[in-house]
Each structure stands twice: as structure tokens, then as C-alpha cells.
């Protein structure tokens, strides 16, 4: 117990203003890096704080050591966070992060891309089955015509069809298709329906669309049309759903003995890892789709289009599975170690 | 604090526990509309320069808007979290602070990814999912806090009353039971001890009745709280309970010390620690 309050705050209350300034150069500066007798000066500073708070708990003076534990907490956050902060290394985290996670998480993708398969499969059916089911099946009304008709209108369009909105609308695709990715990300915490949903239903749109101009004979307008855009943003949201799946599959644990917060403190960096790719990729694929798929032959000869979106395919396809393999990737970083 | 208020413990390795209270759905909901409502200005001011530049590119003002639209809806969240330390204009204005749940250093992907997630929380409207887990989890999460592993705790910054100009009693029989004082400091909520004192501020300007309904309610509050011997109480009007209670709360020093001092000691005979 303390019998003389008065006499305690003025001896220590001082200190406590010490190491509440310390504190703040630390916050100030994230890469600050103190001298020894600094740290040294901390963590005394931190004991003697901790074993104040102690003292003022035990007499019962609440508020005063409410006021103690906010600088405490703090102090403590700074000693004992042994996670390092290294500078970001933009260059590191494209070509050897990012590919890594990729890699470390592939079940994940292997899911997703074989629910959006399953779903382009049954929108093709559908429209196989039964063309009426076209205006159900596609959201977009350019899209429920015949697809003839729509190869002979693009071919012959006298107007530039973006004239001088190029960069309003491949901003407008960037920033729509980061919000779908985010959303199907986000969706992993319905345990993975919500994502699930988004790629079976993204994929039986695919699949209607396709099969519509394979069937009507427009099999290369199709391609020189989706393929520039299409092979970086379809990726795009199947990691970005792969992220969602990643999160989903630490929410259920299965057969996991680890605590269900520390499955998703593993995962946590891969997540985000994921989204960020995605994210970078969509802006790519808007400029894309912006300046190269919107335009058709005579403008830009399909082959020359099919041509890029193979290359751009097969360069994604090496980042993803090839690049960053010199370091030596873990095998998972989703069990850590039970507790 | 109140006894029974959600509470992140962290036992620090030096044997104590650090208690932080935490914020629950209201005042995270009025938070967060205070947030939306800081976005609606910046985003305001962000129409306003691209109505500038639309005279020089409407092609290029619309990309600036919606690129600058979804980084102030998307990134506001983040970046002040991350360069504030866990707050937000909201969050700063409320007290509350984002916290790793470990007490370690919040990480900017655990930020980050509270925040992307937040689309789940607010279906299908105000919140609704991100309340009911609040509600519901221990540490009072919403979904995007239990992916993260962060918490958010209410600040606070107590403040020591100015409780000078209150009239001390010339004898307060409570500070006779140096325990119960020390269990009423400790059970005693610091809402109730303000009211306490503003009421003995105010007391003159209260009508009779009122001023006598509100010390019986603070007395009875007080004395629920710690069990005094009845023989130290009878005498007493609720007034002065509350009175004596001030002082046990606020009124620190020389008066506890002498009453703890055995009356047959002298003073220089005392060591205060």
C-alpha cells in the first residue's frame, strides 16, 4: 500500500512523463534506432513504471493506474514486439514475396480455379440446353444480342469507341475490379461461401459468354476481345479469392489443433500478400482493357491481340510458378506450432 | 473502470496484469460515422479540384476522382492506423485505440486487413454482422479484428480532480479501515466519484429535495460497494457519506497518513515509504 500518495506521484510521476516522451520519439521516427543508453534508460524507465502500476493496483488508486497502463501498455508493445521492421523492398516483395506466398498457398487457387471452371461448365450448359437463358444468365445488355451482330458493329465503328476517355475508364475498370476482388477476399470470412459464390457465378458468366460466340462461329473475336485484358484479371480475382479461401480455411481449422486466432495470425501476411497482388494486377489489366481490348480489327488485328494476351499469359504463368525460387520457400505457414 | 466491463488482460512478464477496457459496438458505431462523415469532406474536396481539372481533361479528372475516391474510401482507414498509431479521426476524437490483442505492436498487415475486411462487418447494413460479433466474442471482435488480431480499446487518459476547493470534514471515520478505503478506491467507478464531487460542488445551487435524493442515491451506491461497520455510518447523513467518500477518492495526504498512524507513535517516528 502507499501511505504517502502525494509524496509517490511526485517522485514518480516524472518518470512516467519520461518515458512517455521516449516513447513518442519512438512513434515519431518508425525506423528510429535508439543508442544504448537509451534502450538501457527504456526499459529501465518501463520496469520502474510496471512495478508503480503494481503498487497503485494493490492500494486500490484505479484511476491513476489507468492513466499508468496507457503509457505501459505502450512501453511494453515497444520492448517486447521482437517482430523486426525492416524497410519494405518493393523490388523483394514482387519477385520473391508475392510469387512465394503464391506458391506456399496453392491449394487455395487450385480451389478456386476449379469453382469458377465448374461454373463457366454449367453457364455453357445452360445456353447449350436452353439460348433463352441468355438474358438470365448475362448481366450486361451489349452482351444478349447476337454475338454476329456485335463482331460486325465493333468491326465497323468509324468513332473511336473510348475517343478522349481512355484514362477515366481504365480508371473506372481499376477501381471496380479491386472493389470485386476485395469483396471476394473479404467474403473468405462466411468460412469461404461468400467467395465460393462470387467465382461460381463470375465463372457461369464466363462460360455463357464464351460458348455464345464459340457457337455463332466468333471464336477469334472472342479471344482478340478478352485475352489482353482476361488473362491478367481473371488471375487477378482468383488470388484474390485464393486470399479469401486462405482466410476461410484458418477460420474452419480443420483437423487443426492450433487456437483458431493463431491460425489467423499465420495467415494474416499471406492474405494481405494476396490482395496486394491481385490489386496491382487489376491495374494493369484496366490499362488493358482501356487501350488495347476495346479495339478491334481493322484497328488492331486479332492475331496481333491474341498474340500479346499469350504472351502476357505465359509471362504470368512464369512470375507466378517460376520467379523467386532461388531463396528457399517454407513449406506452409499455416500451422504454427500448437500451444 | 467498472468491475464488470469487457477487458483486453495482458499479463506482462513482469508478473503484473494490464487491464484495458474495451470498446464495445455503440461507440465503435459512432466512431466509424464520424469517420464516414471525415471521408464525405475529403471526398468533397477531392470533387472540388477535379471540377478544376475537368477544364483541362475530363478524361483525366474522372480517372483522378474515381483512383481518388476508392484511396480515401479504402485507404483513409489504413494509413491512419498505420501512421497514427491505431486511430482514426473517429477513433481519436472517442478515445479508442486500435491494439494487437498480444499488446505487441500493431503490424501494418494486420491494418490493412482489418480494414479490406470491414465490407463483411457492415452487412447488410450498419454494421449489423461486425455488432453482433462484437457482442458476442470475448474480447469484443468484429470479424475483421478476428482475422487481424487486434482488439480496440477505449483510452483513458484519467484526469486527477481539482478537488482543492472542497471543504474537508473535520473527521472522516472512514479512513479509520485503511482496507475498506483502499477496496472502495478500487470498486469505486470513476463516473461515480465525478458525480460525487460535482454534487458537493453544486450543492447550493441544488433545491432540498433534490439534493437530498441525489447524495441518498451516491451514498447508497458507495456503501453498496464497500461494507463499513454500521457503528461509523448511523451517525452520518448521506451528505456527509458522500463527503467522506470524496475525500477517501480524491482528497490524498496527510489526513490517511494520520489516521494509519498508531496514535501513540510520534511523528518523526514514521517513515513514509
Redesign the interface.
Given at each position: 500500500?502507499?501511505?504517502?500518495?502525494?509524496?509517490?506521484l511526485a517522485v514518480e510521476r516524472p518518470l512516467w512523463q519520461e518515458l512517455e516522451t521516449l516513447l513518442s520519439v519512438y512513434?515519431r521516427d518508425r525506423l528510429f534506432r535508439p543508442t544504448t543508453a537509451q534502450s538501457l534508460r527504456l526499459f529501465e524507465l518501463y520496469?520502474r513504471s510496471?512495478?508503480d502500476?503494481?503498487r497503485l493496483?494493490e492500494?486500490?488508486?484505479?484511476?491513476?493506474a489507468?492513466?499508468l497502463?496507457?503509457v505501459?501498455?505502450r512501453a511494453?508493445?515497444?520492448i517486447?514486439?521482437s517482430?523486426r521492421r525492416p524497410r519494405f523492398k518493393p523490388m523483394e516483395w514482387l519477385l520473391i514475396v508475392l510469387p512465394s506466398t503464391f506458391r506456399r498457398q496453392i491449394g487455395a487457387f487450385q480451389m478456386a480455379l476449379g469453382v469458377t471452371l465448374f461454373g463457366c461448365a454449367l453457364g455453357a450448359a445452360f445456353l447449350a440446353w436452353d439460348p433463352a437463358a441468355k438474358e438470365g444468365i448475362l448481366p450486361f445488355s451489349n452482351l444478349l444480342g447476337d454475338p454476329k451482330d456485335r463482331v460486325h458493329e465493333e468491326e465497323h465503328k468509324t468513332k473511336d469507341p473510348n475517343g478522349?476517355?481512355?484514362?477515366?475508364?481504365?480508371?473506372?475498370l481499376?477501381?471496380h475490379n479491386?472493389?470485386v476482388a476485395?469483396?471476394a477476399?473479404?467474403?473468405g470470412?462466411?468460412w469461404g461461401v461468400?467467395t465460393m459464390i462470387i467465382l461460381f457465378s463470375n465463372g457461369i458468366t464466363l462460360g455463357a459468354v464464351c460458348f455464345d460466340y464459340v457457337r455463332a462461329g466468333e471464336t477469334k473475336f472472342l479471344l482478340g476481345w478478352l485475352m489482353p485484358h482476361g488473362v491478367i484479371e481473371i488471375p487477378a480475382i482468383l488470388i484474390a479469392s485464393q486470399a479469401g479461401l486462405v482466410?476461410a480455411s484458418?477460420?474452419i481449422g480443420w483437423n487443426s489443433r492450433v487456437r483458431?486466432?493463431d491460425r489467423?495470425?499465420a495467415v494474416?501476411?499471406d492474405?494481405?500478400t494476396l490482395?496486394a497482388g491481385a490489386a496491382l494486377m487489376l491495374v494493369w489489366a484496366g490499362i488493358v482493357e482501356s487501350y488495347i481490348s476495346q479495339y478491334h480489327k481493322p484497328v488492331l488485328p486479332y492475331e496481333a491481340k491474341i498474340a500479346f494476351g499469350a504472351v502476357e499469359l505465359i509471362l504470368l504463368i512464369y512470375f507466378f510458378f517460376f520467379v523467386g525460387r532461388r531463396r528457399a520457400e517454407p513449406q506452409t505457414a499455416k500451422e504454427p506450432s500448437a500451444k | 473502470m467498472t468491475p464488470n466491463a469487457a477487458q483486453l488482460r495482458i499479463r506482462l512478464p513482469e508478473g503484473v496484469t494490464l487491464r484495458l477496457p474495451l470498446a464495445g459496438p455503440l461507440i465503435r458505431l459512432v466512431a466509424f460515422s464520424l469517420d464516414t462523415f471525415v471521408i464525405m469532406v475529403m471526398t468533397g474536396i477531392l470533387t472540388r479540384v477535379v471540377e478544376a481539372i475537368k477544364a483541362f481533361s475530363g478524361s483525366w479528372a474522372y480517372a483522378i476522382y474515381a483512383i481518388g475516391y476508392f484511396v480515401i474510401g479504402t485507404g483513409y482507414g489504413i494509413l491512419c492506423e498505420h501512421f497514427w498509431k491505431g486511430q482514426t479521426v473517429g477513433k481519436w476524437l472517442l478515445g479508442l485505440r486500435v491494439l494487437d490483442r498480444t499488446g505487441l505492436e500493431l503490424q501494418f498487415t494486420q491494418v490493412a486487413l482489418r480494414n479490406v475486411l470491414r465490407f463483411v462487418d457492415t452487412l447488410p447494413a450498419w454494421g449489423l454482422v461486425g455488432g453482433i460479433f462484437i457482442l458476442c466474442t470475448e474480447h469484443r471482435q468484429r470479424l475483421g479484428d478476428l482475422a487481424a488480431g487486434t482488439v480496440v480499446i477505449r483510452e483513458r487518459r484519467a484526469e486527477l480532480r481539482d478537488v482543492s476547493a472542497l471543504n474537508r470534514a473535520k473527521y472522516n471515520s472512514f479512513l479509520k479501515h485503511q482496507v475498506l478505503c483502499a477496496r472502495l478506491r478500487k470498486l469505486a467507478a470513476p463516473e461515480a466519484g465525478a458525480v460525487a464531487v460535482e454534487a458537493l460542488r453544486r450543492r447550493d445551487s441544488l433545491n432540498d429535495a433534490d439534493r437530498i435524493r441525489l447524495f441518498d442515491a451516491l451514498a447508497a451506491y458507495f456503501l453498496s460497494l464497500v461494507e463499513f461497520p454500521p457503528e461509523d455510518i448511523e451517525p452520518l447523513g448521506s451528505e456527509q457519506i458522500v463527503r467522506n467518500v470524496v475525500e477517501i477518492l480524491y482528497l490524498r495526504g496527510g489526513r490517511e497518513k494520520a489516521a494509519a498512524r498508531p496514535p501513540q507513535m510520534s511523528h518523526r517516528g514514521f517513515a513514509a515509504s
Open positions: 500500500m502507499i501511505v504517502d500518495l502525494d509524496r509517490f512513434d520496469q510496471v512495478a502500476l503494481a493496483e492500494g486500490g488508486h484505479v484511476d491513476i489507468n492513466e497502463s496507457s505501459v501498455t511494453y508493445a515497444q517486447h514486439s517482430r478522349e476517355v481512355h484514362a477515366g475508364f481504365a480508371a473506372m481499376m477501381t479491386t472493389r476485395l469483396t477476399l473479404a467474403l470470412l462466411t461468400g482466410l484458418a477460420l483458431r486466432r489467423l495470425r494474416s501476411s492474405v494481405f490482395a | -
